[in-house]
């Protein structure tokens, strides 16, 4: 399972890598930087969720030895 958390969070920090670098500086407020943005906040969004569920592993390691 721990594997399958870092690759999903490896897989979320390159979309957002990828949609910080799409985004269009000159044009800041047009339809598909607000996309940019979208996937952006998706992306910490799944970081957020994974690294809940790498301590609720820890969590759930600690009951078991104790």
Request: glycine share 2%; aromatic share 10%.
């Amino acid at each position: 399972m721990k594997i399958l958390i870092y690759i999903i969070s490896l897989a979320a920090i390159s979309i957002i890598i990828f949609n910080i670098a799409q985004i269009d500086l000159e044009n800041f407020f047009t339809k598909d930087n607000f996309n940019y943005a979208i996937m952006i906040l998706a992306g910490l969004s799944c970081l957020i969720i994974m690294r809940i569920m790498m301590l609720n592993e820890k969590i759930n390691k600690a009951k078991k030895n104790n």
